[in-house]
Structures are given as structure tokens and as C-alpha cells.
């Protein structure tokens, strides 16, 4: 049982480079987000989706794109990096509120990204 | 808008003994839910607990047990008889009664570093 799988789990690069931080679920969940911590601040949405074929913003978008094409992935892409861009950073799944009510978010093991 | 406060950068705690860390969120919505998750220094976030806005009773799991004060709108966590393996990063969040496009929408609090002391 896998869970939420997140690769890889640690990037350096360099300012103006781009790249995918990949995802993916194998629990059949609606719900898929991607967060950045930094120190002091908690989690803060970047991008979530409801289901395949729909996406929306969260609280801190710019900079990055998602797409899901499939229940299953859900790719977080960096267009340009930027030192700003330093983060950990955690996709999460869930059931949508709609299915089962209010229901825990479940996480993967992140991915610690820096950018010089 | 949506808000959540977890006023204790750092707590410590003696081994074996009982700590407290506090929660208070804003929210104009009705139903929602409420959560804990613990992140111990390896990094992954771990579900703890969780307590509905309707729900009578307030929540246990094992040790952890969530104090649901809805009218001053806190959930605060109780960690009972503490231990080493405790230590770690808590995390509050709250979700909000979701819809077709907002799905299950997390917001999460700054976190309190809880220190046991053996």
C-alpha cells in the first residue's frame, strides 16, 4: 500500500531552470494538492484539483502550473526557478468532501527543493 | 476568509506528563472540520486526530484527545503521559464544508515544536 509516492526527494537548481515534482495516489481519492512549508509559515496551498481534467489556485500559485490528466498523478511543474522558490514541498490526497464529509488529508514524504 | 492560530512557537514537556497545545481558528462557515497532524524531524506530516463541527463528543485517539470549544472556536490538543518519541512539529488545520470546486480544502496553522524532556 503506497499511499501518496512523491519523487524525487531532493533538487537543487539553478535560478531560471525547470522542472516537475511528480505525485501520485494509489487510494482512488478526488482530491490531490500540492503545498509548500517554510520555516514559520505552516503549509500553504499552491494548487489543488478536484478530480481529472480540473485544477484550480490556491493561496501561493504563481510561479508554478499543475495539470491532472489521470485520477492517479497530480505534477507540480516550476516554470522558471527562483530563489523564492526554496521549499519543502508536499503533495496530499484526499476524498472530496462530497464523497465521505470531512475527511484527513494524506501526504507524502515531500520534497526538499533548493534553488541557487 | 479562512484562519487558523497556533500561538506556541515551542513547548516543552516533561516525560510521562500531560501537555496542551493550543488552536483557535476563524471561519464564518457552519460545518467544518478540524485536525491535528503531527511532523516529527524526519518530515513526514502524520494524521492525529480529528473533530467535526457538529460532533457532540470531543475526539480520542489513544493519548491524543482534541479540546472542542466551539463557541470560542478552539480545538486545542491534549497529549496525554508524554513521551520522547513525541517531539515533534503539531500542526492545527481546519476544513471547511467543501463543495464541487472547492473539494477538501485545508488550511493549516504556523505549528507548535514540542520539546519532551526525559
Known amino acids: 500500500n503506497a499511499g501518496v509516492t512523491q519523487t524525487p526527494k531532493f533538487q537543487v537548481l539553478k535560478t531560471g531552470q525547470s522542472m516537475t515534482l511528480q505525485c501520485a495516489q494509489d487510494?482512488?481519492?478526488?482530491?490531490m494538492s500540492w503545498y509548500r512549508q517554510d520555516p514559520g509559515m505552516g503549509l500553504r496551498l499552491i494548487h489543488y484539483?478536484?478530480?481529472?481534467?480540473?485544477?484550480d489556485q490556491g493561496e501561493v500559485p504563481n510561479g508554478y502550473n499543475v495539470s491532472r490528466s489521470t485520477t492517479e498523478d497530480f505534477p507540480l511543474r516550476l516554470l522558471s526557478a527562483a530563489p523564492s522558490q526554496t521549499s519543502v514541498y508536499f503533495c496530499a490526497s484526499s476524498y472530496n468532501y462530497l464523497s465521505l464529509g470531512n475527511q484527513p488529508q494524506h501526504f507524502g514524504d515531500g520534497t526538499r527543493l533548493s534553488i541557487l | 476568509a479562512q484562519k487558523i492560530t497556533q500561538t506556541q512557537p515551542g513547548m516543552f514537556v516533561q516525560e510521562k506528563e500531560a501537555v496542551t497545545l493550543d488552536c483557535t481558528y476563524d471561519t464564518s462557515d457552519q460545518s467544518y472540520g478540524l485536525f491535528w497532524y503531527k511532523q516529527p524531524s524526519s518530515g513526514e506530516m502524520i494524521f492525529l486526530i480529528y473533530q467535526g463541527s457538529y460532533d457532540e463528543q470531543n475526539a480520542t485517539e489513544g493519548r491524543y484527545s482534541l479540546n472542542f470549544q466551539k463557541a470560542r472556536k478552539s480545538a486545542n490538543l491534549v497529549i496525554s503521559a508524554s513521551q520522547l518519541g513525541d517531539s515533534a512539529m503539531y500542526f492545527c488545520?481546519?476544513?471547511?464544508?467543501?463543495?464541487?470546486?472547492?473539494?477538501?480544502?485545508?488550511?493549516f496553522g504556523t505549528g507548535t515544536s514540542l520539546t519532551v524532556i526525559p
Open positions: 484539483s478536484v478530480g481529472a481534467g480540473i485544477t
Open positions: 487510494m482512488n481519492h478526488e482530491y
Open positions: 488545520a481546519m476544513s471547511p464544508r467543501g463543495g464541487p470546486n472547492t473539494g477538501n480544502q485545508f488550511y
